[in-house]
């Protein structure tokens, strides 16, 4: 008589066991995965938030003041172009010179390059081919990660600037 010998495989019920146990452990593994992407995510961010207190703080020793949070055109500007008074635009003149907070202190967060290509005495501001690449670049420093919008709220052109007297 011979010996009766086992299987060598696997039952379909062994196999169909198997991948259930793999499945609920990938699924219990997945949002572990999720947070500690997250928790990546805000410590990121935090980084970058310290990276720009430091680059104000760096401007801040260089010129003894902070950053203005914008500059805008005026009487005082020679690129002022006037508005009637009361309109909507009249504080706010894109066709002034170009500046805010995040242009003037590119220098001291490691941004020499974008700070050289700007060029801040050119009126309007959008005449500079290189002034708008500039303004339209994205610069990781100032985004959360978090955060999924990355367009731009307005097109930088000629086109998209408010017209003169509205």
Known sequence: MRPIRGNRGFTLVELLVVITIIGILIALLLPAVQSAREAARRMQ??????????????????HGVFPPAEIHGGSWNAGYVPYPPGSSSEHCDWNGQIGIWMNLIFPYIEQQAAYDMLDFEIRPQYASENNRKVMQMEFSLFFCPSDPYRGLTVGWSPTSMPPDGV
């Open 45 to 62: 961010c935090g980084n970058n938030l310290k990276q720009i207190a430091l680059g104000l703080m760096s401007y801040e020793s260089a």
